[in-house]
């Protein structure tokens, strides 16, 4: 019998932004089918917690605190990386960051620091993972949480939806680029998801008004749970992938749909 396309046993993955959340949940989904995992946080109390719970349910994980914004700490997430699992087969840019304000006063400083999280750091990460993949001569997988919001404009997150817009650019830029190397590189964007993204915590609507938004928005008339982004990743980083790079699916409900 053939090996299942969708196996990723003894893989080595690093999942960016991976204490938390969305990538804790994905670190989790991947760890749960035998990848060996990296997680990778500027937090680096709560990603060694994450890496435990994921040995204690039987994976394998350590973790690497990193600034995604800072080149040389994804030069060294890299290396470190491949000094202990000796490759690197998966990427995953998760990291992100927003802040909701409206347009006219938002800082500079702000701005800055949503593109340096949410692009730059996806670039840094991509670009070293790949020189790495390159070096192996074993292709790889390159996967960057993208979002709604970088399809369609999302009032009080100008800098987050310009960063999104980017990171769905750069993934289609970065796949015609390393193609040659079995390089892929593609994105899944999410829709609303249950989870509170670093730098919105102080903002949420109540219960009723928020299923009433979400009623009028989204066809599935719920939010995601970070969970339900695992199987798309699962699919981009396996075989079950092979022909796929340079595309953004979108895991939203049926909001873009729409």
């Known amino acids: 019998m053939k090996p299942s396309p969708f196996d990723l046993t003894n893989k080595v993955a690093i999942v960016t932004g991976s204490a938390r959340g969305i990538g804790r949940a994905i670190a989790q989904g991947l760890a749960s089918v035998g990848v060996k995992i990296v997680i990778a946080d500027i937090k680096g109390l709560e990603a060694e917690k994450t890496a435990q719970k994921i040995q204690v349910d039987g994976g394998e994980a350590i973790a690497i605190p990193t600034d995604v914004r800072n080149r040389q700490e994804c030069l060294q997430l890299i290396e470190q990386t491949v000094a202990h699992y000796h490759r690197l087969d998966i990427m995953v840019c998760n990291a ?3 802040i909701l304000k409206s347009a006219n006063s938002l800082e500079e400083s ?32 390159i996967i960057m ?26 993934v289609r830029s970065l796949a015609l680029e390393w193609a040659d190397h079995q390089i892929r590189v593609n994105a ?17 609507r109540s219960p009723e008004e928020d299923q009433q938004h979400l009623n009028a928005v989204i066809p599935m008339k719920r939010r995601g749970k970070p969970e339900e982004l695992v199987g798309p990743v699962l699919f981009l980083a396996s075989e079950a992938a092979s022909y796929v790079t340079g595309t953004i699916l979108m895991v939203d409900g049926g909001y873009s749909a729409m």
């Open 188 to 204: 899944f964007a999410p829709g609303y998801i249950d989870n509170i993204m670093e730098g919105t915590e102080t903002f949420r």
């Open 96 to 98: 992100g960051i927003d």
């Open 145 to 170: 949480n993208s979002s709604i919001g970088g399809v369609v404009g999302i009032s009080g997150s100008a800098a987050y939806t310009a960063s999104k817009g980017g990171v769905n650019l750069l």
């Open 110 to 141: 702000e701005w800055d620091n949503i593109i340096n999280v949410n692009l730059k750091g996806y670039f840094h990460c991509a670009q070293q993972a790949a020189i790495q993949m390159i070096a192996q001569g074993t292709g790889g997988s």
